[in-house]
């Protein structure tokens, strides 16, 4: 069941993404982001997520993950992730007040970092 869920959310994200990467030059990231346009409420628990981003291949690359909370805030600063849907985004940072329930999340509005349970649904940026 496990692997039917993931096949079908790549096979989701797959057909959604139709944009070019995006760069952030001065952190020296591709990010491999979903518009509010192509993006059509995928939000997943962070396990699917963090699966999804781990087992990526896109644009000719397989070293996809989830940025860390800096990684989000400081593109979302500078700029980079103007066009991403409003929401909460996984991160590959555990929280370490809860380590076994929570990992930290970065809402996209205000670059907010918060602790969120990993049984909720968040949006998933991938990043190489």
Request: aromatic share 12%; hydrophobic share 30%; net charge negative.
């Amino acid at each position: 069941m496990k692997y039917i869920l993931l096949l079908l959310m790549s096979v989701i994200l797959l057909n959604a993404q139709k944009n070019e990467p995006v760069i952030d030059k001065q952190q020296h990231l591709m990010w491999n982001i979903y518009t509010q346009e192509t993006n059509t409420d995928l939000q997943f628990p962070w396990k699917f997520g963090k699966s999804y981003c781990d087992n990526s291949y896109k644009y000719g690359y397989d070293d996809w993950r989830l940025p860390t909370p800096q990684e989000i805030q400081t593109s979302i600063k500078n700029g980079i992730l103007k066009n991403i849907r409003p929401g909460s985004y996984w991160t590959s940072s555990i929280d370490p007040k809860a380590p076994e329930d929570n990992v930290l999340s970065v809402y996209s509005s205000n670059g907010y970092i918060s602790a969120t349970d990993v049984c909720d649904d968040a949006y998933s940026l991938c990043v190489r």
